[in-house]
């Protein structure tokens, strides 16, 4: 019997190096996999269509949303996103740990729907250095920088209700801390029931 995966919500302000991140994470292990979310925003630089994100237009977006075929969406930012359904929970029946990277009131939906997810959070080292990131990709003008960083500041209001809270201040060991958090979730009696059970008698 395959044990099923784990669903793993990761949320950070915008600049905290979340991409890395989670980039080295689906590296470091075999069972992790990342969600990869439609969103209704330009693509930048090298990111791939299907691979980065699944681009759509409003139009496109809003079709998905009334056909029920998201997890989760939200307008962020001038921009919609959402988390297909279908795909992440046929690799989470195949044993995957599945990791979506959305932002907070997305994460909070989440768990209402899938109450055994688990929820990170991932913060920058410093405010400061939050925004000094976002300014070095020289992408974005001053108003869009502006309301990064207040959107920044409302996202850590929500820390409280997340499972756990990683420091993105060196990326290796932020990934190795979050695959202790993997770990430990995989390890709960509550995950295991069915298959201590299974070994005889009752546990």
């Known amino acids: 019997m395959t044990k099923e995966g784990l669903l793993v919500v990761i949320s950070a302000p915008s600049g905290t190096g979340k991409g890395t991140l989670l980039r080295l994470l ?23 269509d299907g691979k980065s994100y699944f681009f759509k ?9 009334s056909g029920d075929k998201l997890i989760e969406w939200v307008k962020y930012c001038d ?7 279908e795909h992440v929970e046929n690799l989470i029946k195949e044993g995957y740990h599945v990791v979506l990277e959305v932002e907070v009131e997305g994460a909070m939906n989440i ?9 990170i959070f991932v913060l920058p080292p410093s405010f400061n250095e939050l925004e000094k990131r976002i300014r070095s990709r020289g992408t974005e003008g001053d108003d869009a920088i502006r309301k990064r960083l207040e959107t920044a500041k409302r996202e850590i209001d929500y820390i409280s209700r997340y499972d756990y ?3 993105n201040h060196d990326v290796d060991k932020a990934v190795g801390d979050i695959n202790c958090v993997l770990k430990a979730e995989g390890l ?14 009752s546990f």
């Open 26 to 48: 689906e590296e470091s292990s075999q069972r992790v996999r990342l969600s990869v979310s439609a969103t209704t925003r330009r693509p930048r630089g090298n990111e791939v």
């Open 57 to 65: 237009t409003v139009e496109e977006f809003k079709e998905m949303v």
């Open 79 to 85: 921009n919609y996103y959402g988390t297909p359904r």
């Open 111 to 119: 768990r209402k729907k899938y109450p055994r997810s688990v929820l």
């Open 165 to 167: 809270v990683i420091i």
């Open 188 to 201: 709960k009696y509550s995950r295991n029931k069915d298959i201590l059970t299974g070994i005889g008698g």
